[in-house]
């Protein structure tokens, strides 16, 4: 019999995946809670919300028992010119949650969240006679694999074959620890000069940068500034969004507030694909106009999907509950206790946490980047152990989905010093 990895190989292109000398994918066959089970009965830790999008668990009862209700009386419906109460609810709710935002646009995925703002940016200046075409953006940022998205995002490995195709964007110092006012005064030198349209950020944490951290008050300044000089400021909240930085969203520790929002990954509590792009009134009546040529003509086949709402429609549910944040606290707490006494370990270069990421740059002969030879080892290294990890490089993370527990927690964080004691 053939097994279902062997027929994968023959068939399927994985993403992020060397050719060359790839292994056979592990087929999953289930999944329940924390844990993944394979096709041979295996049980793994989800270590990392399978790519950050799980946020309560695979396979939760209340968000099947939602989408199944969804299902029995209408999968999809064309959005323009018709909607639905479910994108009706999602977006009232979250409006609720976001002070100062006014409308949500739907869309699949978080690239096309990042594509959506970064439109809304260019054609808001266009609308209003004055177009600016400049980006402000953070050096070694990630907002996707769309052109848009890949133009603002750092050049490295993931868009070099594309690099002549990508537009021009002023990339910025990260302020990091040591690092923020030289930042700042960057940022100050753009966008004092008024021809900026926007500056798009990963507020907190840079993903896929290497979980690369720094201090809330500091971008509360940048958006400051950045309301003094009239750019548009966008918030990039894709992996950051529902619970990942400790509030329900990173911007919730800022008082300046953004004028664009992306969303998308732990938005259905990982169960379908959608994207949300949601502005203020000021993007939003730039559109509201007797000149049809300034409409926004941008959109899905299966934008505002009312399955796709229905599950983040329930995953709000959840996040409601007292015991959603209780859990966030509590994985905070248990990372901050483990990265003191991890810190001390002789291969680790920094242990750094924001709300339930923890992220450990290891020590190596090769600088930091992501594709420092360690990672293939630290990867076999976890799943012999039975936890998924996928490492960005030398930066090992665990970002888990919130109902793991301590003993389970604890579990992984042995696993990191027994990998740490390997070499």
């Known amino acids: ?132 075409t400049k980006v402000i953006a953070f050096k070694n940022g990630y907002h996707g694999d769309t052109f848009g998205a890949m133009s603002i995002s750092a050049r490295n490995v993931f868009n070099n074959a594309f690099e002549p195709l990508l537009f021009d964007v002023i990339h910025i110092d990260v302020p990091t620890k040591g690092n923020e006012k030289k930042a700042m005064l960057q940022l100050q030198n753009e966008v004092k000069k008024n021809d900026v349209a926007c500056f798009i950020f990963e507020p907190l944490v840079q993903g896929a940068g290497g979980m690369v951290m720094y201090e809330s008050y500091i971008l509360n300044e940048m958006l400051a500034l950045c309301k003094k000089h009239n750019c548009i400021s966008i918030a990039d909240e894709v992996m950051t969004g529902f619970g990942r930085t400790g509030k329900m969203f990173a911007i919730d520790y800022l008082s300046n507030k953004p004028d664009i929002i992306c969303l998308s990954k732990a938005l259905t509590g990982g169960f379908m694909p959608l994207g949300l792009t949601i502005c203020n009134s000021t993007i939003y009546n730039a559109y509201v106009t007797d000149d049809k040529t300034k409409t926004f003509f941008h959109g899905h086949s299966y934008t505002g999907n009312p399955t796709a709402c229905s599950a983040a429609l329930a995953n709000l549910d959840i996040f409601d509950k007292p015991v959603t944040f209780k859990n966030i606290t509590r994985i905070n707490e248990q990372h901050l206790n483990f990265q003191v006494k991890v810190k001390q370990h002789k291969n680790i270069l920094d242990a750094r946490v924001t709300g339930i990421i923890i992220a450990f740059e290891i020590r190596t002969k090769e600088k930091t980047h992501y594709l420092n030879r360690i990672s293939e080892r630290m990867s076999a290294f976890f799943l012999k152990r039975g936890i998924i990890l996928r490492p960005l490089g030398n930066v090992l993370y665990i970002l888990p989905p919130y109902c793991i527990t301590n003993t389970e927690l604890k579990s992984i964080y042995k696993v990191v010093n027994e990998f740490l004691d390997s070499f």
């Open 1 to 132: 019999m053939t097994t279902l990895s062997v027929r994968d190989s023959k068939v399927v292109w994985h993403p992020f995946t060397f050719l060359k000398s790839k292994q056979l994918p592990i087929a999953i066959s289930k999944g329940k809670g924390i844990y993944f089970y394979d096709d041979k009965g295996n049980k793994y830790i989800d270590g990392i919300s399978s790519w950050w999008v799980n946020a309560h668990g695979h396979c939760h009862p209340y968000i099947i028992k939602k989408v199944h209700q969804q299902l029995q009386k209408m999968e999809h419906s064309i959005f323009a010119s018709f909607t639905h109460e479910p994108a009706i609810e999602l977006s009232e709710r979250l409006l609720k949650k976001l002070p100062g935002m006014s409308k949500v646009f739907f869309s699949d995925n978080g690239s096309t969240s990042v594509e959506v703002a970064l439109k809304m940016a260019f054609q808001y200046w266009s609308n209003k006679g004055a177009p600016r």
